[in-house]
């Protein structure tokens, strides 16, 4: 039973890919909507008698501002102290109790609501923090549920539950149940119907469209972090802003009936009728004419069955086999040091000079020159070299960012330059896992990966909380751990026009000996596949008489 009947991308396709990539764009949304929710706006001490309020209309500039709060050596304001009032005349200084915010860019925020600045600015980091553990661990759990379930019930039940929290969350008023929410945010938001509907489109296109295909999810994933901008940019009431983000998941109603379910999983699952069910309806809408014998296919997936016993392969399978197990370890290095530098960069949007909705919005639309490069020469350069002189390039502009005065723009654009890269790299490894891994263990495989990522974005808004040390700290890891990866990358096997691993055992025999160094020495050895004329094949040719 093969998938080739379907061609690569034909109208059907076309339009399970749209349901399914759709994912990206609440994903990206939810990912990056603190960044506006809880924005941090300058701010400084809130002086007696100066002052009316949070939201004082006093200019910063003012003699009577001047006189109360100490200068930072660059001649901006202290942000977290003031003279102290009890002891006038001399330049002892004592920490702001109450604060007044810069309503420039931000009327209302999580931030100013709490206060979440100065010794407390960690509370802020720890929200964004928390929410990618809710990723993270969305992607340990949800990823094997979606090997058992299936992918398109995991995707519409995180759908539901993402569009109810994502609008519910606006209207907590307390700290810890507001991390609570955004945590289950994380669970069903990012990784839930992200994950799923990935690997939903990667089963169902043709080999030659897989490319294409996975770059547009990273594409409409950014085009979720511009709509965080350009909304925030209209909308000033940070309520009313993030129930309009939550309500982005009623794009997801109609999937229930749309979207249907992976026919490989299917297939795999022993479900033989309503596999072929989906591809007889792929056929009715490509208009091949195609006829398909149903009975013919499920007698065949019963005698399949019976010779072959269930292997139910599971996440220790990629630690087995020691080539497998380097493969495995190398890919997690890949997927924590881009998602590290890539949120590393995302985040410090706010810490960029001018205004935040325009350089978050840059920042959305700079990955887009590298998507349509990489869709045009991934499959002729290859995977492995792309992926690690991108990573070798974003690495360093993080080096060189942290060495340049901040706020200049010399510095915007080098951060810039280094989110181009490091998104492209960011895409490719997605590509590059799938292809990487057995189609028994993908799914666990590529969870695995997004858990290893999502754990790397958890860290990153604690590793820049180190800025309060020294500015250049954060950086200067984000681009350390890009290099080292970078350069190990060069060890992985290149999967470009190679026939994708089905079982373990092809997992473990997959470009033995192929690395970039090999490759430069022209020695190519290369393990043929199990299964030499049709790639596309659901299930290994040995078991078929």
């Known amino acids: 039973f093969s998938l080739s009947f379907l061609g690569e991308f034909g109208k059907y396709q076309f339009l399970q890919f749209f349901l399914q990539v759709l994912s990206g764009l609440t994903a990206g949304m939810h990912m990056l909507s603190l960044v506006t929710v809880a924005a941090v706006p300058e701010h400084r ?9 949070s939201l004082s209309m006093t200019p910063w500039n003012s003699s009577a501002i001047l006189a109360a709060i100490p200068l930072k050596p660059n001649g901006e304001l202290d942000s977290c102290h003031m003279f102290d009032p ?4 001399t ?3 004592v920490a702001c109790t109450s604060y007044v915010y810069d309503t420039t860019y931000y009327k209302t925020s999580r931030t100013i609501d709490w206060n979440f600045v100065c010794d407390r600015r960690w509370m802020g980091a720890i929200v964004q923090t928390v929410f990618m553990l809710g990723v993270f661990t969305g992607a340990v759990t949800l990823g094997g549920l979606a090997d058992k379930v299936g992918r398109k019930t995991v995707f519409c039940w995180s759908a539901l539950i993402q569009l109810i929290i994502g609008v519910g969350v606006a209207f907590i008023p307390e700290y810890f149940s507001f991390m609570v929410a955004r945590y289950l945010l994380g669970i069903v938001g990012s990784a839930g119907a992200y994950i799923c509907g990935f690997v939903l489109t990667m089963e169902l296109v043709g080999p030659s469209k897989r490319t294409v295909c996975g770059i547009t999810f990273q594409a409409v994933f950014a085009g979720g972090i511009m709509l965080v901008a350009g909304w925030g940019a209209i909308i000033h009431d940070r309520q009313l802003l993030q129930v309009i983000y939550g309500l982005h998941g009623c794009l997801f109603l109609g999937h229930w009936w749309w979207l249907d379910e992976s026919p490989r999983w299917l297939w795999m699952q022993g479900r033989a009728a309503e596999a072929v069910d989906i591809v007889a309806k792929g056929l009715r809408i490509n208009g091949s004419g195609i006829p398909v014998d149903k009975e013919y296919y499920v007698q065949k997936a019963k005698q399949q069955a019976a010779a072959q016993e269930k292997s139910s392969a599971g996440l220790s399978d ?9 493969k495995t370890l190398n890919v997690c290095l890949c997927w924590f040091a881009n998602s590290l530098v890539y949120y590393g ?4 949007s706010g810490k960029l000079h001018g205004n935040p909705y325009l350089i978050l919005f840059i920042m959305g639309l700079v990955e887009f020159p590298s998507y349509i490069t ?3 020469v991934l499959d002729r350069l290859g995977r492995r070299s792309i992926t690690s002189t991108l990573m070798l390039g974003g690495g360093l502009c993080c080096i060189v960012a942290a060495f340049i005065a901040q706020g200049s723009s010399t510095s915007t654009a080098v951060v810039m330059a280094g989110k181009l890269l490091i998104a492209g790299s960011f895409a490719v490894i997605y590509n590059y896992s799938a292809e990487l891994f057995p189609t028994v263990v993908r799914n666990s495989a590529m969870g695995l990966g997004s858990m290893c990522a999502r754990l790397s974005g958890a860290l990153t808004p604690l590793i820049s909380l180190l800025d309060s040390f020294d500015p250049k700290i ?3 890891l984000f681009g350390i751990v890009a290099l080292l990866s970078g350069f190990w990358v060069m060890f992985l096997p290149e999967t470009m026009n190679q026939p994708m691993p089905e079982s373990i055992e092809d997992g473990e025999n997959f470009g033995k000996g192929d690395t970039w160094f090999s490759q430069c020495a022209g020695r190519k050895q290369r393990q043929n596949s199990v299964y030499p004329d ?11 008489e």
């Open 45 to 53: 001490c809130f002086i007696e008698h100066v002052d009316n309020s």
């Open 86 to 89: 009890s002891a006038p005349g």
């Open 91 to 93: 330049n002892a200084t």
């Open 318 to 326: 990629l630690f087995r086999t020691p080539n497998l197990r380097m």
């Open 345 to 348: 960069l995302s985040l410090s």
């Open 374 to 376: 990489i869709v045009f």
């Open 474 to 476: 954060p950086a200067v």
């Open 534 to 544: 049709d790639p596309e094949q659901m299930v290994p040719l040995k078991n078929i």
